[in-house]
């Protein structure tokens, strides 16, 4: 597994890799990991991210992602992806759309492997409040990213 860290406006995040996919994403500097890399899924990640957070609207769907989880997990991931930079959906509106509940859903989001790049935290509770956040400062850091991208919380 090759890893990589960065610092961001979110603090220290590090990226893991296996081969051409990336695996996870950790706040902190994990496992000693270098500041630069020889792995291109790395580095592909961490410039989409310093893009991201210079302008808030960067796509990372061009990112293989190789995420651990069960068919169930992998499935809401892959709706979390679809929604943009910039927009947001609700626990319930996400659970519909898989024949699941909003607390099963909004689990999906704590065990999402990848955020930021796998965006839960464009996920909301009903009525557009912000919700739990698993990574960085909690739902601090959820906010900061959503007014990042210029949603109005």
């Not at 991931?77 to 626990?91: C, D, E, F, N």
């Not at 935290?121 to 739902?139: F, I, M, W």
Request: charged share 20%.
């Amino acid at each position: 597994m090759d890893t990589l860290s960065l610092k961001t406006p979110v603090g220290e995040l590090t990226l893991f890799a296996d081969g051409d996919a990336l695996t996870a994403l950790c706040w902190g500097q994990g496992m000693g990991a270098p500041r630069a890399s020889k792995t291109p899924a790395l580095n592909q990640a961490a410039a989409l991210l310093k893009d991201y957070f210079k302008t808030g609207t960067t796509d990372f769907s061009a990112l293989k992602l190789a995420p651990t989880g069960t068919p169930y997990q992998k499935r809401a991931w892959a709706l979390m992806r679809k929604i943009k930079p910039g927009q947001t959906r609700s626990y319930g509106q996400l659970a519909a759309s898989l024949n699941s509940g909003a607390r099963a859903l909004g689990s999906m989001c704590a065990k999402n492997p990848i955020p930021i790049i796998v965006p839960c935290h464009r996920v909301l509770r009903a009525g557009g409040k912000l919700g739990q956040y698993s990574g960085g400062d909690g739902p601090d850091t959820k906010e900061f990213l959503l007014r990042l991208e210029g949603v109005d919380i």
